[in-house]
């Protein structure tokens, strides 16, 4: 909604079509958080699409709290309602509690390959070259990382390095998709 709105400028469709539902998203997404043990917020329950990773004892596990895909969406909602708000001069408070809690959201982790971690911890990989890359939202479709963030441009490359080439259908396209976004952060 977000990018038809900057696609277009079309302030009516923002204020009446894309802004109720934004803000709707961004409303449930506050109620979904909850504080970890390190203060930061996160999904109470999260997932990253069709992976698993496999804990301390080998055991295949699919849920997480904050999975890294589930935080860059919540934060990419936020920032995008909270702009929205503020251009169309409504929800004040909402729009500066949503710049508050997209803050205290669990940051970008860089795991011990150097790669951009899935999940809130640096699991080990049930597939380490699964051929979803949902982890990296952040770089596409999102801005999150680029050239401003040099470490996590870096361990995107690292996570596309260890996933491979090897894809079917969407999870190729998105991997030619993130690896033009890569070569664009590092030519601009």
């Known amino acids: ?3 038809h709105f900057l696609y277009t400028g079309d302030k009516e469709f923002l204020k009446n079509r894309a802004y109720p539902l934004m803000k709707s998203a961004a409303e449930f997404y506050e109620w979904w958080l909850c504080e970890n043990k390190d203060g930061y917020l ?11 990773y496999l804990d301390e004892d080998g ?3 699919t849920v997480d709290q904050g999975s890294t895909m589930d935080c860059a969406i919540i934060r990419e909602t936020f920032a995008n309602t909270a702009a929205a708000a503020k251009l ?6 909402l729009a500066n509690a949503l710049e508050a809690k997209a803050a205290r959201l669990l940051p ?4 011990a390959q150097g790669q951009v971690q899935e999940w809130s911890q640096d699991f080990k990989e049930f597939m380490p070259t699964h051929r979803h890359l949902s982890h990296l939202y952040g770089l596409f479709p999102c801005d999150q990382i680029g050239k401003d963030t040099p470490d996590l441009l870096k361990a995107s490359v690292r996570s596309l390095e260890i996933r491979g080439d090897l894809a079917t259908g969407w999870s ?4 030619i998709c993130l690896w033009a976004r890569v070569v664009m952060a590092t030519m601009l």
Do not use: C
């Not at 996160?42 to 698993?52: C, G, I, Q």
């Not at 169309?88 to 408070?93: P, T």
């Not at 190729?172 to 991997?175: I, R, T």
């Open 42 to 52: 996160v999904p109470k329950v999260s997932t990253s699409p069709e992976n698993r």
């Open 59 to 61: 055991h295949v596990i």
């Open 172 to 175: 190729m396209g998105w991997k």
């Open 88 to 93: 169309l001069g409504l929800d004040a408070e």
């Open 108 to 111: 970008y982790q860089i795991g």
């Open 1 to 3: 909604m977000w990018e």
